[in-house]
């Protein structure tokens, strides 16, 4: 059984440029967060979502940044016109079910942005 | 708001002994406690996580305890190995309204040889 994947697991991109980060998570697991960690620190929750439907975007900043999981492919983590301080570390998490015992999320490699 | 203090930041022991991570969370809605282990370059890693009904859980040389009264919960690995040394991250888990974990700022454990 397959893990979290993420990629690409690196990404350069020149400010003002787009970066397109995705996740597929483990099979059978409907629900997708994403976090984001900055160097030295821990890791920020961005936005969590089951297929179609964001059910919390609370930690997404309010502008450049957007996030989809649709019906059929992966999770997408869109950040346009990308800016220095948008350097950082994009992990993905899925679950099974959450609410009940099997709400346990498990991490993926991470995309570790880096915009020049 | 929600926030999750970790305490210490940095903690090196010897090859044998033990390690002992606190965390402390704000929220008293939290149901939920996992302990993450990061290595560099690399995923946060579950290791070990424990449900609000219950106050201590062992899983051969990591345990966590919780005290849900004062709202802190424990990692203690014994028998230290080299191979234990990573960041660990604590988090806290609130369901009432959505499932997001918050994260402590971690601990960097150094397991001397």
């Known amino acids: 059984n397959a893990g979290v994947m993420q990629n690409p697991r690196h990404l350069v991109r020149r400010r003002g440029q787009e970066a397109r980060l995705r996740c597929s998570p483990m099979?059978?697991?409907?629900?997708v967060y994403w976090y984001r960690q900055l160097p030295e620190e821990g890791l920020k929750f961005m936005v969590y979502?089951?297929?179609?439907?964001?059910?919390?975007e609370s930690g997404m900043p309010k502008e450049r940044f957007s996030a989809e999981f649709p019906k059929e492919g992966p999770s997408i983590l869109r950040i346009q016109q990308v800016v220095r301080g948008d350097s950082a570390a994009y992990f993905c998490a899925s679950s099974p079910l959450p609410g009940r015992s099997e709400e346990t999320q498990y991490f993926g490699p991470g995309t570790r942005l880096l915009v020049l | 708001g929600e926030n999750v203090e970790q305490h210490p930041s940095t903690l090196s022991v010897q090859e044998g002994d033990s390690a002992v991570i606190k965390c402390t969370y704000s929220d008293s809605a939290s149901n939920y406690f996992p302990w993450y282990k990061q290595e560099l370059g690399k995923g946060p890693q579950l290791i070990i996580d424990i449900r609000s009904n219950v106050g201590e859980k062992k899983d051969q040389r990591i345990a966590v305890t919780l005290n849900k009264t004062a709202k802190h919960f424990s990692l203690h690995i014994t028998e230290t190995q080299p191979e234990d040394s990573a960041v660990y991250f604590c988090?806290?888990?609130?369901?009432?309204?959505?499932?997001?974990?918050?994260f402590g700022t971690g601990t960097r454990l150094q397991v001397f040889p």
């Open positions: 099979k059978g697991h409907s629900h």
């Open positions: 988090a806290a888990r609130i369901s009432y309204n959505t499932d997001k974990l918050i």
């Open positions: 979502l089951q297929k179609e439907n964001i059910i919390d």
